[in-house]
């Protein structure tokens, strides 16, 4: 899958649907900032993209069932007038997550 088309701005994932516990612990999940897109395969998945606009960003992947809030944040707008909603994640603690950062092979960072 090419980078730009697995990080681009389109297809922003709605999540308030699957909010389940406002009242919860914050001594058991941590919490992640980013902007929420669709899995590209799972349904049960939610990819979350640190810093949309950057030139260097990761994202993470969680399942949704290890989500226990979700925090709407205020949108952030790149130089280009492009604007993107983000939003912060509590995780359960002993969740397992993927971090991934895409590179383009050659390209040094």
Sequence with gaps: ??????????????LKKYVRNMDFDKK????????????????ERVIL?????G?????????LKDILSI???????????DSIAMVRLWVKNGSVGLQCTPFAVGQTI
């Design 1 to 14: 899958m090419v980078i730009e088309k697995f990080l681009e701005l389109k297809e922003n994932f709605e």
């Design 28 to 43: 058991n999940c941590c919490s992640f900032y980013g902007s929420p897109k669709k899995h590209p395969y799972g349904k």
């Design 49 to 53: 993209v640190a810093d949309p606009f």
């Design 55 to 63: 030139e260097h960003t990761f994202y993470y992947d969680f399942k």
């Design 71 to 81: 925090e709407e944040q205020g949108c952030i707008t790149s130089p280009a007038g």
